[in-house]
């Protein structure tokens, strides 16, 4: 089965306006830790957002939100009053095992979903 | 502070040749992981190296190797080039124990010809 799942292979938004990107996981480790990069054409990685299994509260980092849903076991992406330069792929993530601490390097990425925000 | 680079930026070799591609980690980070990228499989983990020692490895033939050197640069080297190896390859590092964030690079994009 695959660890994390994006359904949206492409989406589109209007300058300004909030887009969300779904990605769902699967894992049994009650541990683990769910992140979402970016990466332009220029193919270098960007993080932009961390979860933890254990945070209580949804993570922000500036137009960055994620919404957690432990239940559902989803991390969306929300990106408020979307920019042009937001045009990108963009991936969740997740790392397995002990949280922060944790020594285990790898991570399981999604396929992707290429967000065009356009003027 | 410096991120992580990694060289050389593009390479083009031919079937059957082996290559080294190396990572230079953010200074103070001494994990260092390895993902190679291609269209048709996504990001697939590779390795990853923490004190100069290989704790985790991803699914690939004995081909793709690592190692670490003890001031955290890493190297990678995959020997006998197939078609298939053509991809971006990634590196990211993290600090040892404290966060979970992995700092990636911008890439070493090989052709195989």
């Known amino acids: 089965a695959q660890k994390i799942t994006q359904t949206q292979p492409g989406m589109f938004v209007q300058e300004k306006e909030a887009v969300t990107l779904d990605c769902t996981y699967d894992t049994s480790d009650p541990s683990y830790g769910l992140f979402w990069y970016k990466q332009p054409s220029s193919g270098e990685m960007i993080f932009l957002i961390y979860?933890?299994?254990?945070?209580?509260q949804n993570a922000t980092e500036g137009r960055y939100s994620l919404n957690f849903q432990k239940a559902r076991k989803s991390a969306n992406l929300v990106i408020s009053a979307s920019q042009l330069g937001d045009s990108a792929m963009y991936f969740c993530a997740m790392r397995e095992g002990g949280g922060r601490g944790s020594t285990l390097g790898r991570l399981y990425f999604g396929r992707g979903t290429q967000l065009t925000v356009w003027p | 502070k410096a991120g992580v680079t990694q060289t050389p930026r593009y390479l083009i070799k031919t079937r059957g040749q082996q290559v080294t591609l190396s990572c230079s980690p953010i200074s103070g980070h001494r994990s260092v992981s390895w993902y190679q990228q291609t269209p048709g499989q996504g990001l697939q983990f590779l390795f990853e190296?923490?004190?100069?020692?290989?704790?985790n490895k991803g699914n690939f033939p004995g081909r793709f190797s690592g190692r670490q050197f003890s001031n955290s640069r890493s190297e990678m080297n995959v020997s006998t080039l197939e078609l298939g190896d053509s991809a971006l390859y990634l590196c990211a590092s993290s600090l040892s124990a404290k966060t979970d964030t992995q700092y990636f690079g911008p890439g070493t994009r090989l052709t195989v010809l």
């Open positions: 190296y923490f004190s100069e020692t290989q704790r």
């Open positions: 979860q933890g299994s254990y945070d209580q």
